[in-house]
């Protein structure tokens, strides 16, 4: 018992108050809005199923970011439950399929690599964080080329598939639209996989595109309760971002040592 309270008071103490205040002024808003905006029964299952999916969602990866932004390998192992959760709330919303296949084939074995790739570059002096580094301006603009290409050939693909789902009411129009922005939000969240998995700052500005697009996405949609989320992605997003470009800035000879070996 008293190891178990030791561990807790040490978890208490990782994080700063800035981040302790952050996590839980997002948490609680989210609960908040739950009752405010509580979901209705969407393809037979109760609409209290799908707000408990929906903040599980939130609780999970407001955690993951916070331990990214604090450059610690433990994200990956959270993330893996953000993974599960997401998966299981698309099937029983039978909708946004590329996201669905890019959490299922893609991020859950990324975020496995991804560890074992952090875990192999710590930092020199406090093992608790892992090395970061920023991208060369050639391979951005192959980054961009492959979105794009993705995007609509994905989007396109999407529409032509025939499910029904009560998510946007038989709206046609909106349904082709998220479609289209599903297939983007796959194709940056790929970019940012392998941005993360390689320890590149501009995974943060991926980040900031997805939270973007999904912010679209839960408008269209009517998920209120996940615009919360989003906003926590946009504060953390840019604490994170600043962290990581600190980092970066006073460890310059190390990061092109380390590049040499990318």
């Known amino acids: 018992m008293k190891k178990i309270k030791e561990r807790l008071v040490n978890l208490w103490n990782y994080f700063t108050t800035y981040e302790k205040v952050w996590f839980f002024s997002i948490l609680i808003l989210s609960v908040i809005f739950a009752f405010l905006f509580p979901e209705e029964d969407v393809n037979g299952v109760n609409g209290k199923i799908i707000m408990t999916l929906y903040l599980l969602d939130i609780f999970f990866n407001i955690l993951c970011e916070l331990l990214i932004s604090k450059q610690s390998k433990w994200n990956f192992i959270v993330s893996l439950f953000v993974?599960?959760?997401?998966?299981?709330t698309l099937i029983v919303l039978a909708s946004r399929f590329a996201t669905m296949a890019t959490t299922l084939f893609f991020w859950i074995p990324i975020d496995i690599i991804s560890f074992i790739n952090w875990h192999k570059h710590p930092d020199q002096k406090e093992e608790d964080i892992t090395k970061v580094r920023k991208l060369s301006g050639w391979a951005e603009a192959l980054v961009i080329i492959g979105i794009v290409v993705w995007t609509l050939g994905?989007?396109?693909?999407l529409t032509t598939l025939d499910v029904e789902t009560d998510l946007f009411g038989g709206n046609e129009l909106i349904e082709t639209i998220v479609c289209y922005l599903d297939a983007c939000v796959s194709a940056v969240g790929m970019a940012n996989g392998l941005f993360i998995l390689f320890r590149l700052r501009e995974q943060w500005i991926a980040w900031y595109i997805s939270a973007t697009l999904e912010s679209i996405i839960n408008i269209l949609s009517g998920?209120?309760?996940?615009?919360v989320l989003k906003l926590g992605y946009f504060t953390n997003t840019t604490y994170g971002y600043i962290k990581w470009s600190k980092y970066i800035k006073e460890h310059k000879e190390e990061a092109k040592a380390d590049n040499k070996l990318f």
């Open 83 to 88: 993974e599960i959760t997401e998966i299981v």
């Open 154 to 157: 994905v989007g396109y693909f």
């Open 223 to 227: 998920q209120w309760v996940l615009l």
